[in-house]
Every structure is written in C-alpha cells, then in structure tokens.
C-alpha cells in the first residue's frame, strides 16, 4: 500500500466524460489499496472565462480604470475548481468510492497576502492524513489557499500543479503523480521533431530547466517544490486507458519519473532541447564602466516585473565603455524601452538597440557537468545549417543560445540529432 498524490489538469476534466473518466483512474488506485488524494485544475477555458468577467466589469459599470479588488478576482477565479473538485467528488461516490471535496482553505493550505499569485507557506496536512487513513478519497481544488487575511488567495497560473506537489510534501505521500494531456516528459517538442523519445527518468534540476526555458509539462514552481521536498513525481496521461496493462504498476508506472540526480544511473550527457519563441533582444551601447551601472539598468526593469534573462556584456579594449545586450519576452520589450528611457540620465548609455522576433534554444542536460565539448558540438551543428548566433549563455547543464525566430525547428531539429537524442 503507497499514499498517491493525483492530480489532473484543465483539459483531463474538460468535460462530465472526462471527469468520469479521471474517475475510473483514481478508482484503479483505491482498489489497489492505496491510499489517495487528488487535486483538480478547472475545467479547460474556464479561468480564462472567469478572469474575462472579472476584467471586462469595471467598464460594464461605466469606469475606463481596470481596476478591481485583487481578493476579489480571487474569489471569482478559483470557483472554477470548486466546482471540477464537487463533480469529482459525486462521480466517485457513483463509483462506491467514499470521497469528498475540498477547498484550500478548508485543509488549509496557508499562503502569503499576495493575491492572484500567492505562495504557499504551510499546509496542515493531520485531518486529510486521518481520513485517507480511513479510506476516504481527498478531492481537492488546486490553485487555491488562504490568506493570512482570511481570505481566499490564488496561486497564480499553473498553481494546481504547485497545489499538488506541495499536498504531497506535506502528507508524506510516496508519488505523485502528475495527469495531463502527454505521457510524458520528451527529449524535444514531438510536434517539430517526430523523433523525439519520451524520457523514462529526468533530474529535478532538468526538468526545472527545461520547465523554465519554454517546455510546458509542468509548471516551474511546482519543480522547484518537488526538488527541495524531494517529491518523486511522474508525469501520466489521463487519456490512456485507466484499465490498461501497467497503468497501475506502483514502482514503475508509464510516463516519466522526475527524481533525485542519485535515482539516475545512466547520465545522459544531453537530456533534450528546450525552446522559447517570441524573446526580443535589448542593446545599450557605449556606457560607462564604472560601479553600479548593472544595478542601474535591471533595478528599474525589475521593478516593472519584467523578466530580464540572458545578460552578455562587452566591454571596450580600453576598459572605459561597455555594452550590455539582454533578453525579454517580446511582449515586453515597449514596457521596458519606456523604463530604460526614463532612466537614461541614470544610466548613462549612449544609444539603445532592439530586436524582437528572437527564438531561445537550449542544450539541457546533467552530464554536460563532466563533459567538454558539449557547447562546441551545438556551436558547430548550428553553423553547418548557417544559423547565426546572436548571444550564447551557459550553466553547469545548460547552454542557452539566441538566433532568429524562422531558424528555431531547424536549429531544434538540428541539435537534436547532434547529440543523438533520435536514437533510441
């Protein structure tokens, strides 16, 4: 007997069939004997729809302002859970499986006040325990917790996963397992290259990686939890065959485990390749080398919560200017010329350049820490395509490249078969 931890995204309770049919998954797991908790996103497309009501009232009363109370938008987006975790809830129990629904705020899972994009503090996990313990089934609604306003706060976009994984840490569950619409972590995005292979086992920090720099499996946060709680997670289909020859095996089950490096035996040197479409590039040139100008350029872009990634810098033959190149997402990039502008006294840099239509490629894996040549071998495969590099950053497992965004299958396709990941 295992303590489970399932959870199932948007598009696995798209609808009453596919509720029922997460259902017949979680009921494999009961009759096994296991003891089970779930965690359910909303139904897919209604946080979208919640979020539009929420956005489009003030002007339906009359304000142009797109204000609204922040834990109010809470309180109206995390309704599409209640309502996914209550049907669940009553298919089960259609089942003969005794189960329940849950708020978070009834467990509670306890977050900070930042509402919209809460984190989660702590989790009293003793009464779902107790009644697990008893036999009961644990539905509980993701991307919800409670304020310590008393409030109802969300966890931001992707938080079920978060719920999840943080659910599993606090009862001490043995797995958790992650349902959704793939069976698994791949080497590459299957849908640019058909040679991609699905990855039996992958490390946290490259599953973080990979989560991080445009793979949507899982949401980043979640990886980061499960990597400092130490969270074994797979990564399932809900649309395989709940009844399905080894769908139920405890120790091995289909997808992809993410775990400890030390689980890994066989190090791959590159785990797979991960891409980031619509990055633009900033240029300031000709600024001053002196103390402080790093803090001057990234303080008032981090204060207008733009995410700022790869930061080369080159500086003169003289040591007396420097110019700095960074990535945005290209959506940002106006919000972030417009803050850059404002600080141009501040700053001191003579002109500013950008590019956007930009694509991120990177070479992921925990093997490269023990292997030269890794970044050769991309640097070269790209140039034989004629790819040109617009800038390069790296990590123990990770290079990360800039080129122009018409080149990324090329480039994707083209490292993938340099390190051999079309291999089985």
């Known amino acids: 007997m295992a303590r489970i931890v399932m959870k199932f995204g948007g598009t696995s309770v798209a609808d009453l069939n596919r509720i029922h049919n997460v259902a017949r998954h979680v009921k494999r797991e009961v009759d096994a004997g296991h003891e089970v908790a779930v965690v359910v996103s909303a139904m897919s497309g209604k946080t979208n729809e919640l979020v539009g009501w929420v956005e489009n009232m003030p002007k339906v009363a009359g304000s142009n302002a797109p204000f ?190 993410i775990c400890d490096e030390d689980e890994i035996v066989e190090q791959e040197v590159v785990t797979g390749i991960a891409y980031a479409k619509d990055e633009a590039q900033i240029s300031l040139r000709r600024l001053a080398d002196r103390p402080g100008v790093s803090a001057a350029i990234f303080g008032p872009l981090a204060e207008a919560h733009i995410n700022v990634d790869m930061i080369v810098q080159n500086i003169s033959e003289d040591g007396s200017k420097t110019d700095m190149t960074f990535t945005v997402p290209s959506g940002d990039v106006n919000k972030a010329l417009k803050v850059l502008s404002d600080n141009k006294e501040k700053i001191g840099y003579d002109v500013v350049q950008s590019e956007a239509g930009l694509v991120k490629v990177s070479v992921i894996g925990i093997g490269m820490r023990s292997h030269a040549g890794v970044a050769a071998s991309a640097f070269r495969a790209l140039a034989d395509k004629g790819i040109n590099i617009k800038a390069i950053t790296t990590s123990e497992i990770k290079i990360s490249i800039l080129i122009d965004g018409p080149y990324a299958e090329l480039a994707v396709r083209t490292l993938h078969s340099a390190y051999g990941l079309d291999k089985s």
């Open 68 to 257: 609204y109370d922040a834990r109010e938008y809470d309180a109206v987006v995390a309704s599409g859970e209640q309502v996914t975790s209550g049907l669940l809830a009553i298919a089960l129990q259609s089942m003969g499986i005794n189960a329940r629904s849950w708020q978070g705020w009834q467990l509670p899972i306890k977050t900070d006040n930042a509402h919209g994009a809460a984190r989660i503090l702590d989790i009293e996990g003793a009464d779902i325990i107790r009644r697990m313990g008893e036999g009961q089934v644990a539905v509980v609604a993701g991307f919800q917790g409670l304020g310590p306003d008393n409030r109802l706060a969300t966890l931001g976009r992707g938080g079920s996963d978060t719920s999840a994984v943080a659910i599993a840490a606090a009862v001490k569950a043995d797995r958790c397992d992650i349902y959704t619409d793939v069976d698994g972590v791949y080497t590459t995005d299957p849908r640019i290259e058909p040679k991609a292979r699905r990855l039996k086992k992958i490390a946290f920090e490259e599953m973080l990686e990979m989560a991080s720099l445009g793979a949507k499996v899982l949401q980043v946060r979640s990886v980061e939890l499960a990597m400092v709680h130490k969270v074994r997670t797979f990564v399932r289909s809900s649309f395989e065959d709940p009844d399905a020859p080894g769908m139920g095996d405890l120790l091995n089950p289909p997808g992809t485990l």
